[in-house]
């Protein structure tokens, strides 16, 4: 299948700072990219739907200008956590798109981020 | 989109095939029936789709009955890395075409 990788795939930040987090679509185009976040035992909640070129759809309950979204060319996404918080710590995940297999969306690694 | 039911956990022995069950009574017939799954501390692995007729890779094979209001993934020979949550998911081919995980099924293969 398609490869969405991300990165980093852990991230340690102090509270009160901010963390990117990177999604890319390595042989893929995609004009749609997806977050998501999953706390432990849980399952995946999305957060936000990336568009290439206008601004993120985010999902009720969640506050876009805590979790910033850019996706500025077809192949990356970023989400940026603003003044981080201990409760913002979260597995992070990112999907894709692929308009060349069908719209089969494919996820990348996930991205463990821990808040001190 | 149509919500799907899932058994919370199921157990295989290794080397049997696994059936895992999915029940998508509301789903519209625009909607295909998509697998994924989890692998623990991992992201969500794609693992087959299908509208209405039955599909087969290299991975799985998806069952869907002619009503469409039930479908099963079936993984002809577990191994103990097919250990996961599965998650089956009814996904419309028009509109915002968002992925919405419910909780899916922990299949557990055991030795």
């Known amino acids: 299948g398609a490869v969405v990788s991300q990165h980093p795939s852990r991230v340690i930040c102090k509270s009160g700072t901010s963390v990117k987090i990177e999604c890319r679509s390595l042989?893929?185009?995609?004009?749609?990219m997806f977050w998501y976040r999953q706390f432990p035992k849980q399952s995946l909640m999305l957060m936000a739907t990336?568009?290439?070129?206008?601004?993120?759809?985010?999902e009720q309950g969640v506050e876009k200008d805590k979790f910033l979204i850019n996706h500025a060319s077809l192949t990356l996404s970023t989400l940026t956590v603003t003044s981080a918080h201990p409760e913002d710590s979260s597995f992070y995940i990112c999907?894709?798109?692929?308009?060349?297999?069908?719209?089969?969306?494919?996820f990348g690694e996930g991205s463990w981020l821990t808040v001190v | 989109d149509a919500k799907t039911t899932q058994p919370p956990s199921m157990d295989c022995a290794e080397g049997r095939a696994a059936n895992l069950p999915c029940n998508h009574s509301?789903?519209?017939?625009?909607?295909?029936v998509y697998w994924y799954r989890q692998i623990h501390s991992q992201g969500p692995q794609y693992i087959i789709h299908?509208?209405?007729n039955n599909e087969t890779n290299e991975m799985a094979s998806l069952i869907i009955t002619e009503d469409r209001k039930s479908s099963t993934l079936i993984l002809p020979h577990a191994t103990l890395r097919d250990t996961a949550v599965y998650y089956c998911i009814a996904l419309s081919i028009q509109g915002a075409q968002k992925l919405v995980f419910g909780q899916g099924t922990r299949l557990t293969i055991n030795p």
């Open positions: 990336s568009n290439e070129g206008s601004k993120a759809t985010y």
């Open positions: 509301t789903i519209s017939g625009n909607e295909y």
């Open positions: 042989d893929f185009q995609a004009t749609t």
């Open positions: 999907s894709a798109r692929d308009p060349t297999a069908g719209n089969t969306i494919y």
């Open positions: 299908g509208l209405k």
